[in-house]
């Protein structure tokens, strides 16, 4: 293992000058990237802003934190240590050494994937391109531009593995990762949830928290990959994930805070009129981020990510803490479904498939799992506040566009409803377009150091040992 170069031009701990072609083809995609940060990146001018650099991939000391201009980040190529005695942990595979090199049967697939993987990164930062205008503080300010930029050293992992091990393909579907964009009509990116709008802050820290966990569950099942390469640069991502995590969680955890002490503090149900935001709204908020991010997760059975499974290229979360065979060509698990009452009418139900074709629902339960351990912490904190509202994940059917429940709709609840009824109601549980302009109007930047928005509480702790109200960002 190389210690990183940062005399280079690509940061990098692969060894890339021992590899001319491939250091010449990735210094002629890097202009493009920078071409593309600059018109899709984030919108507003700064000096330079507090972040942390990937410098090792180590246990202690991976990151260095410091200002510095945003354009001028080092996004390198990281990939976490090579254990030389791993083996392939699941599948037909399970027990071979794992794969330096991609094998030509399983090419077009691991291909496919890194697309997928690589495709969200960049989405996520030009979804939330114009968030910094109405940032609630310098501290936030600075952690939306921390996830940004590690968004696009993300894109870097993936681009990569694609100039590395794919050919005039892979250099192909890099150039294509950044012809696409979120939201376009010619050539939108490739996952529904990536194509829509991040307007305000609380979409952002809703999105940090359910969608950003999707992309956590993703990188789980692909550090899991008999493909060496891929397994260890998704395991280095992880490493970075966590903050996204934290930047949604805590976000959310500041958002009832506020909402909980104002309401504490007054006799009115109607707090939007004392400038928060009230926790029906919240809850519509939490019902539209989780359910498209439920969709991100696919059929509740597939093929073809049961020969992903059983080809040893996409693992589940934490595969080597299952007690089982990791094979499971005999195994069986209960799926979600839409079936016969025996009326002509369609239930949801569950129906028994194989483990091998329900991994997305296996996956998909993780994730759920996971998310609701961030409501019980927003519960408790309304708990602690003396306030009987509660917020909760709604049913797996509500507000599905893919899998089984596409074709219904129903109540957060589970109550299934026809059209017509949908059409009434369901202003109740997604935001309406006066609850958006309601947010949109709360969403007055605040780029004073130490202070912060009314709508949200500070945080308690700042970054690295800072404090909040440190510099975090040097506006233009
Ligand atoms: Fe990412
Ligand atoms: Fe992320």
Sequence with gaps: MTAPDYTEKIPNN???HDDRRLQRALESWQPDFLNWWESMGPALPTQDVYLRTAVNVGREGWAHFGHVPMKDYRWGIFLAERDAGRQVGFGEHKGEPVWQKVPGEYRADLQRLIVIQGDTEPASVEQQRNLGATAPSLYDLRNLFQVNVEEGRHLWAMVYLLHAYF???????????????????????ILGAFNEETPDWLSFYMFTYFTDRDGKYQLGTLKESAFDPLSRTCEFMLKEEAHHMMVGTTGVDRVVARTAEVMAGSDTEDVAALGVIPLPVIQKYLNFHYSVSLDLFG?????????????????????????????????????????????GEKAIGQ???????????????????????????????????????????????????VGAFASIETSPDGEKLSADEWERRKGRWLPTDVDKTHIRSLMQPVYERGKIAAWIAPPRNGINGKPFDYDYVHLA
Excluded at 363 to 380: F, M, P
């Design 14 to 16: 692969v060894s890339l």
């Design 299 to 343: 059929g509740e059975t597939s093929t073809n990510v049961a020969n992903y499974y059983t080809a040893g290229l996409k693992g589940r979360w934490m595969e080597d803490r299952r007690k089982d065979d990791h094979r499971l060509t005999d195994d069986s698990i209960l799926v979600d479904s839409l079936d016969d009452d025996g009326t």
């Design 167 to 189: 050919g005039r393909e892979g250099r192909e579907e890099a150039a294509d990762l950044l012809h696409r964009n979120s939201g376009s009509e010619d050539s939108p990116r």
């Design 351 to 401: 129906t028994e498939v194989s483990a091998l074709t329900g991994l997305n629902t296996d996956l998909r339960r993780e994730y759920i799992a996971d998310c609701q351990s961030g409501v019980n912490r927003w519960n408790k904190i309304l708990a602690d506040a003396g306030l009987a509202y509660r917020l909760k994940l709604p049913h797996v059917a509500f507000n599905r566009k």
